[in-house]
């Protein structure tokens, strides 16, 4: 059986918001992740609120994702890319709250 030559799954995409209804305003962000979009939309909204996570559906072309409803397609390894940094940035956001000893006691180095 051979694989098909596309792949359609959801994708998040992360904005900000320009008034107190929640309008959706520029597009921070696109990510396979739901809690990475929520993560990046956070602190993004109006007056320091979060910002708008909004799911579509994604079809998957070789190396292009097109966000159905959306004619641009943008590559898969520019999505990937962000939700890398998102989870390193949170790796090392996380790493800050160790003390040596408990980095050591977790084998993560001192």
Not at 47 to 63: F, H, P, Q, R, T
Not at 64 to 80: D, G
Request: charged share 30%.
């Amino acid at each position: 059986m051979s694989k098909k030559p596309y792949d359609l799954k959801p994708i998040y995409s992360a904005y900000t918001t320009t008034n107190e209804s929640g309008d959706a305003g520029a597009c921070i962000a696109c990510t396979f992740n739901k809690s990475t979009a929520h993560s990046l939309a956070k602190d993004q909204g109006w007056y320091g609120g979060n910002g708008v996570v909004k799911e579509s559906k994604a079809l998957i072309i070789g190396d292009e994702v097109f966000i159905l409803a959306n004619a641009t397609p943008i590559k898969v390894h520019e999505v990937k890319e962000i939700e890398r940094k998102h989870k390193e940035e949170v790796i090392n956001k996380a790493m800050e709250k160790l003390s040596p000893e408990e980095r050591d006691a977790l084998g993560l180095g001192g």
